[in-house]
């Protein structure tokens, strides 16, 4: 449970860190290492290189922006969650980051890290790519914006080239009268989640992302489908899959039940702000 | 083949320590190892137990999920931080033995840094609370009631503390 010997770099600028990678195709980018390091002490991944994040100075900026918020790569997940800014622009996220692991990993963990990590059980992949969010990254031809229909490209792999740091996020902004709900089974309250599933409902536009189905986070859209056929509607564009956690099986029945109670509580959320606002 | 070798200066409980550590010396087995500080355990090493958990600038978090290498800029609280100067007991740690919230012992450094942190931000948590403080920590023999009795027991003495130090007045 120990990691592989590894060469360790410091940056304390972007440039640096992206001139640093250019020259090391074996090297890795280290955040919060609250999903690296406990890869790298299972060996499930042995990089020749780290190159730590951390001294980067500005990079855990959170700013309002015209039409959403934008998150610095290392802002921890629980800055994030406790932004009066990210909740009122925003409030899908710090929804669906109560959900992500406990406490005292949020303390460390990064929002920008999860999204890259692009693991299909996290919540913040399936958020941003419900909201139609994006990724800044920079590289050695410079910034370009993923967004997250072009971001999620396999299990635990992200479009992001190998030389590429990511700066930041940018969620966009909940429309005024749209809702938003996020719900999820775990075994256990932070552990992952066995499905979870984040709605947003727009006049008739009703969409939801799931986490844990499939391999990759998936957005369906069950606009104009009866509240009754939601979860059949939904499984029809979904194929859950068995793994040690839970069969197929079972994962279809929470998709059944999870759709329809997210879709509900999203259209309740907007008409209670709809109330508050008036 | 000769691993490279970092200097790392620690802050840890206030002291400052050099030691020299490859990249890959997690931050939990510098404490334990190189420091000798091993009231600091180590359970599962992948950051799910939380008994390796310490304060980190005053936030807990995992030991066994950071290197020592990235850990220079910050103060480091253990659970050997947490005892009066004179060597008496913090109200959590007075709490724990009041409440029998230990018994083999393992996990109870991360549970007394996590709470010690929660305590701080919240001082009068409510039961659900007091139970959502510990949700990340993992004990194996004791059972939770009595670390949740405890949680509960640390903020009443935390507030005879405070009341006492400033002479009553609310
Ligand atoms: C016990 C436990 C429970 C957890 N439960 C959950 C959960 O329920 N839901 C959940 O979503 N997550 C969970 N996590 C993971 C946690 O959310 C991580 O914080 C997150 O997945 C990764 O963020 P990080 O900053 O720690 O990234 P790191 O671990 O540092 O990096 C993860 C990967 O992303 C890459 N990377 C990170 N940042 C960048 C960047 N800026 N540019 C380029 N590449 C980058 C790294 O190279 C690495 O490949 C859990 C973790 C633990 C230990
Ligand atoms: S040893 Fe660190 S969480 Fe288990
Ligand atoms: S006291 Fe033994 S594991 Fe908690």
């Known amino acids: 449970m120990k990691p592989a010997p590894f060469d360790y770099r410091r940056p304390g600028s972007i440039a640096e860190a992206v001139q640093i990678l250019a020259g090391e195709p074996n090297a890795k980018v280290l955040a919060g290492g609250q999903s690296l390091v406990p890869l790298l002490s299972m060996r499930l991944a042995a990089p020749a290189m780290l190159v730590d994040i951390n001294a980067i100075p500005g990079l855990d900026a959170i700013e309002v922006e015209d039409g959403g918020v934008r998150i610095g790569a290392l802002a921890r997940h629980a800055a994030v969650l406790a932004s009066p800014d990210v909740r009122r622009v925003q409030p899908l996220v710090p929804m669906a980051l109560a959900h992500v692991a406990h406490a005292t990993i949020r303390n460390r963990g990064t929002t920008v890290g999860s999204l890259i990590h692009a693991d299909a059980a996290a919540e913040m992949p399936v958020v941003l790519s419900l909201l139609g969010g994006s990724v800044d990254v920079d590289g050695p031809s410079g910034r370009r914006t993923i967004p997250a229909s072009e971001l999620y490209v396999g299990p635990l792999e992200s479009s992001l080239h190998h030389d590429e740091i990511a700066v930041s996020a940018f969620f966009p902004a909940l429309a005024p009268g749209a809702g938003v709900a996020f719900q999820e089974l775990a075994r256990r309250h932070g552990d992952y989640a066995l499905v979870g599933a984040a709605a947003l409902v727009e006049g008739e536009s009703v969409e939801v992302g799931y986490l844990s189905v499939s391999d990759v986070p998936t957005v369906v859209d069950l606009s104009g489908v009866d509240d009754a056929d939601l979860g059949e509607a939904a499984l029809a564009q979904l194929e859950p899959a068995d793994d040690i956690h839970a069969t197929a099986a079972y994962r279809a029945q929470l998709v059944r039940v999870l759709t329809g109670k997210v879709v509900r509580s999203a259209r309740e959320w907007a008409d209670q702000h709809a109330e508050g606002a008036r | ?170």
């Open chain 2, 1 to 170: 083949m000769s691993e490279e070798l970092h200097d790392v200066r620690l802050t840890v409980n206030g002291a400052s320590h050099e030691i020299r550590v490859p990249a890959r010396r997690l931050l939990s087995d510098a404490l334990r190892h190189d420091l000798r500080l091993t009231g600091t355990h180590v359970g599962c090493e992948h950051g799910v137990c939380g008994a390796c958990t310490v304060l980190v600038d005053g936030e807990p978090m995992r030991a066994c999920l950071m290197f020592a290498v990235s850990a220079v800029d910050h103060e480091i609280t253990t659970v050997e931080g947490l005892t009066h100067a004179d060597g008496s007991l913090s109200p959590v740690q007075q709490a724990f033995a009041e409440c029998h919230g230990l018994q083999c012992g393992f996990c109870t450094p991360g549970f007394l840094t996590t709470i010690t942190a929660g305590l701080r931000d919240n001082p009068q948590p409510t039961h659900e609370e007091a139970r959502d403080m510990i949700a990340g920590n993992l004990c194996r023999c004791t059972g939770y009631q009595n670390i949740v009795k405890a949680v509960e027991r640390a903020a009443e003495l935390g507030s005879e503390a405070r009341t006492s130090t400033t002479g009553g007045a609310s």
